[in-house]
């Protein structure tokens, strides 16, 4: 079985700061790595994957994340930022292959302070 | 291109009554997702239709709920009869095919309140 952990429930960081989404999976085989982000009364979008190739992947809007297979983590960065960030982000794990489901972890708030 | 479609957006009910859900795919969507979102808890997926048929509900709880994708398009999603623990946002999802990374797009969700 997969399972996804996200630590930190709310993370809160001043605008134009770095920030670190923490996200740990667990599955015994390999893995598709999602990151999905939710603004206040709306569903989610997906804001990055990984499914191969580079480990580091990167967002239109300049969230990147980083598959560390050793250390099993898909942790979401970016270095700078902005009020319009502010949002709950779901990290999320599947496996290849047909009919996989998709499992979401608890989600973390992230609250970008003015 | 138009996105998913729910309805209604939000509900309250008493316990013991029921409810349904309505969801409108992306045109051209052939794999439907219905997940269950508790306050503090991500989405937990309730069944995933391919075309019509059932690809997953194991944790749908039969004995309550129902769904059911007719013509392969819209779906429904029941409860009945309700319980305070139903207390969620329903949220409807598809995508072009299923195969495990393909992106999935959501609605906006039903907050349903049961008292």
């Known amino acids: 079985a997969q399972s996804v952990t996200q630590l930190d429930s709310q993370v809160p960081v001043f605008e134009e700061a770095p920030v670190e989404l923490r996200c740990n999976y667990s599955?015994?085989?390999?893995?598709?790595l999602f990151w999905y982000v939710q603004y206040p009364n709306q569903g989610l979008q997906l804001l990055l994957k990984?499914?191969?190739?580079?480990?580091l992947v990167e967002s239109i809007n300049g969230f990147e994340a980083e598959f560390n297979k050793s250390q099993t983590s898909f942790h979401l960065r970016k270095p700078s930022v902005h009020i319009s960030d502010t949002a709950e982000y779901f990290c999320?794990?599947?496996?290849?292959?047909?009919?996989?489901?998709?499992?979401f972890g608890t989600g973390t708030k992230l609250q970008v302070i003015p | 291109e138009a996105g998913v479609a729910q309805s209604p957006r939000y509900k309250i009910i008493e316990k013991r009554q029921s409810v349904a859900f309505w969801c409108n795919p992306i045109?051209?969507?052939?794999?439907l997702y219905w997940y269950q979102q508790i306050l503090g808890q991500g989405p937990k997926l309730l069944i995933q239709?391919?075309?019509?048929?059932?690809?997953?509900d194991s944790q749908l709880p039969k004995d309550r709920f129902s769904a059911e994708r007719l013509k392969g398009v819209d779906s429904t999603l029941k409860i009945q009869p309700a319980k305070l623990e139903d207390s969620a946002v329903y949220l409807c999802?598809?995508?072009?095919?299923?195969?495990?990374?393909?992106?999935?797009?959501f609605g906006p969700g039903t907050r349903l309140t049961v008292l």
């Open positions: 999802a598809s995508s072009l095919v299923d195969s495990g990374h393909n992106e999935q797009f």
């Open positions: 999320a794990v599947s496996r290849p292959g047909g009919y996989q489901k998709v499992t």
């Open positions: 045109s051209g969507h052939a794999t």
């Open positions: 990984y499914l191969s190739g580079s480990t």
């Open positions: 239709f391919q075309n019509n048929g059932v690809v997953d």
């Open positions: 599955s015994s085989v390999s893995v598709y």
